[in-house]
């Protein structure tokens, strides 16, 4: 891998079932670091399996477009050990997925565990909620919710790119 690739941060956002709330993040992500000019990639994935090979619940998918992100093409994965080696960054949306995620990370496992909300002010160390079985307007709270955190999220990644690049 040359050095460059080296560096650029890879975000997994992990959710539960991965049809609601991390594939917004992944697209809220992918739509704000290409808004800065940042190179990170991003994916998504469910402590679960029910939604593997499944699109976005279509509430995320009506939500996420309402903002101007097109989220139809993602598809659901599980979570795996492989995951810690593979990105930099993994990121519980709650504390329930976070507590998942500390039981499967494997001991030489080297990517960073966060809590979504950490990165939001005045909501650090709370979750967000799962809309799964909440209305349709459930969905743009936690669109809010997942918004806000990706530019502080974004903002922790850009400080350290200039710390690291000088
Ligand atoms: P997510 O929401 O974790 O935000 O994707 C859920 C989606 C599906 C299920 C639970 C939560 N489910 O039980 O199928």
């Given at each position: 891998?040359?050095?460059?690739?080296?560096?650029?941060?890879?975000?997994?956002?992990?959710c539960?079932?991965?049809?609601?709330r991390?594939?917004?993040?992944?697209?809220?992500?992918?739509?704000?670091?290409?808004?800065?000019?940042?190179?990170?990639?991003?994916?998504?994935?469910?402590?679960?399996?029910?939604?593997?090979?499944?699109?976005?619940?279509?509430?995320?998918?009506?939500?996420?477009?309402?903002?101007?992100?097109?989220?139809?093409?993602?598809?659901?994965?599980?979570?795996?050990?492989?995951?810690?080696?593979?990105?930099?960054?993994?990121?519980?949306m709650d504390?329930?997925?976070?507590?998942?995620?500390?039981?499967?990370?494997?001991?030489?496992?080297?990517?960073?565990?966060?809590?979504?909300?950490?990165?939001?002010?005045?909501?650090?160390?709370?979750?967000v909620?799962?809309?799964?079985?909440?209305?349709?307007?459930?969905?743009?709270?936690?669109?809010?919710?997942?918004?806000?955190?990706?530019?502080?999220?974004?903002?922790?990644?850009?400080?350290?790119?200039?710390?690291?690049?000088?």
């Amino acid at each position: 891998m040359k050095p460059k690739d080296a560096l650029t941060p890879r975000i997994l956002f992990v959710c539960l079932g991965n049809i609601c709330r991390s594939p917004m993040a992944e697209g809220a992500l992918r739509a704000g670091a290409a808004a800065r000019g940042l190179n990170i990639e991003t994916v998504s994935a469910g402590t679960g399996d029910w939604h593997v090979g499944h699109p976005p619940d279509r509430r995320a998918q009506a939500t996420a477009l309402a903002h101007g992100i097109d989220i139809s093409g993602l598809r659901g994965r599980q979570v795996d050990p492989d995951d810690f080696h593979l990105f930099t960054h993994i990121v519980a949306m709650d504390r329930e997925n976070l507590r998942d995620l500390k039981g499967l990370r494997p001991a030489q496992g080297t990517a960073a565990l966060l809590l979504m909300l950490d990165h939001l002010p005045g909501r650090e160390g709370t979750g967000v909620t799962d809309p799964y079985y909440g209305g349709d307007d459930g969905f743009e709270a936690v669109w809010q919710d997942i918004a806000g955190a990706v530019e502080g999220l974004l903002d922790s990644i850009a400080q350290d790119q200039r710390r690291v690049s000088g």
